[in-house]
């Protein structure tokens, strides 16, 4: 089951500390079509991790909002402590 997640356009630029402090509750994922990055909050990734009965090696999963590609979180541990990570699905 993938969801999209609504998002507001990103500006690049310095990132100041409160929003790094903001961004230690999120998980970045990556596109693995477009390479999209979009920053779920850690929580809501949580309770996806938490209802998904399913098989352990595959994340929580959300697809892309650009072009509706599968995303990969770029790294994050799952409840039962599996570690997904970007690099293990991208070449
Ligand atoms: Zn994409």
Request: hydrophobic residues 30%; charged residues 35%; contains cysteine.
């Amino acid at each position: 089951m993938a969801k999209s997640l609504k998002k507001k356009h990103k500006k690049k630029g310095g990132i100041t500390v409160s929003r790094f402090l903001r961004e230690k509750n999120k998980v970045n994922y990556v596109c693995l079509v477009c390479d999209e990055i979009e920053q779920i909050p850690y929580d809501v990734v949580r309770s996806f991790d938490a209802m998904d009965h399913g098989d352990l090696t595959v994340p929580p999963q959300f697809s892309c909002e650009k072009c509706g590609g599968e995303m990969y979180p770029e790294y994050y541990e799952g409840i039962h402590g599996y570690i997904y990570k970007i690099e293990d699905v991208k070449k």
